[in-house]
């Protein structure tokens, strides 16, 4: 099973950038399909961008298109999440997840989760 660690969170101010890291660890992520999800109080986990095994095929939530970019580095089994031109409603608390389905990034379903780490942004 592998095991998933979120960092890089923090407050940040409208318009600020931030780049969360998901490092991964007990199995290579070269064999999983990963992606990042966000929960806001009061709502429920939402996808907001997810990406293939090679890299090759990323997909992103509407919200975030153009602003966030998923990214992966399988020789230091690591996922990023760029966050760019940040907004309030941003404010989540944010997760990695990672599944050895190669179709997962399309299907948005994930088996492996990390614990999250707070993003808030202010206006």
């Known amino acids: 099973q592998v095991q998933l660690v979120e960092s890089g969170g923090g407050l940040v101010q409208a318009g600020d950038s931030l780049r969360l890291s998901c490092a991964a660890s007990?199995?290579?992520?070269?064999?999983?399909?990963m992606g990042w999800f966000r929960q806001a109080p009061g709502k429920e986990r939402e996808f907001v961008a997810t990406?293939?095994?090679?890299?090759?095929?990323?997909a992103y939530a509407d919200s975030v298109k153009g602003r966030f970019t998923i990214s992966r580095d399988n020789a230091k089994n690591t996922m990023y999440l760029q966050m760019n031109s940040l907004k309030p409603e941003d404010t989540a608390v944010y997760y990695c997840?990672?599944?050895?389905?190669?179709?997962?990034?399309?299907?948005?379903?994930?088996?492996?989760w990390g614990q999250g780490t707070q993003v808030t942004v202010s206006s």
């Open positions: 997840a990672a599944d050895r389905s190669a179709v997962s990034w399309a299907t948005k379903q994930f088996g492996s």
């Open positions: 007990g199995r290579a992520i070269s064999s999983y399909a």
């Open positions: 990406i293939s095994l090679s890299g090759g095929n990323t």
